[in-house]
């Protein structure tokens, strides 16, 4: 009798052995899940991050990109402006002879259609300015973009406004507020490349 109660109370503790065995490789289970999910979520994050990093580089990329020497420009000649500006004391004016550059070709029968709107839109351009502004080489290079981005408007694109370029560009100077800053918007593809002025006479 004492040697079957012995034999009969035997298994119990193998049976608790196995359960604790079956536990232990469920905790390492759901362990390994989580940790495995962890990993994913940081990989996600730091590849979201890398991505916002690759997006804010790009416009730098492009700025420095250089012209391929193969492509051909497409020059477009605008007949000459005569413009009043903008100066109170005196009566001045100038006469602009000014040649787009195109980024594209195909956009050339475009520009012609739209030449009427693209004409007022650089008229109003010129005239809010005043002969000191134009007579500096700073006033000749802001006067090129701005033709450059109300041709572009007047094409249908969208184009930042001044009032706009403006935040963007004392957000950038702004060192003392970084986390303030919001990300600045990739600068738009334009279809003028460049603006040159064949005349430029002030009187």
Do not use: W
């Amino acid at each position: 009798m004492s040697a079957a109660t012995a034999v009969d109370a035997a298994p119990p503790p193998k049976g608790k052995k196995k359960l604790i065995i079956i536990i232990a490789a469920a905790l390492v289970v759901v362990l390994g899940g989580a940790g495995a999910a962890v990993m994913m979520m940081k990989k996600g994050q730091a590849d979201a991050e890398a991505s916002a990093e690759a997006e804010d580089a790009q416009p730098a990329k492009k700025a420095v990109a250089k012209r391929d020497p193969k492509a051909v420009p497409v020059f477009v000649p605008l007949d000459p402006f005569t413009v009043n500006l903008a100066d109170r004391n005196a009566d001045r004016y100038a006469q602009l002879a000014v040649t787009l550059e195109l980024e594209d070709a195909t956009l050339e029968p475009q520009l012609k259609i739209y030449m009427p709107a693209i004409r007022n839109n650089i008229l109003l351009a010129i005239a809010d300015r005043t002969a000191g502004e134009l007579m500096a080489r700073d006033g000749k290079e802001q006067l090129a973009q701005r033709i450059a981005r109300e041709t572009s408007r007047a094409l249908g694109f969208e184009v930042p406004t001044e009032e706009e370029l403006a935040e963007e560009a004392a957000a950038a100077d702004d060192e003392e507020a970084p986390r303030k800053k919001k990300r600045r918007k990739a600068a738009p593809d334009l279809p003028v490349r460049a603006v040159h002025f064949s005349n430029f006479i002030i009187q």
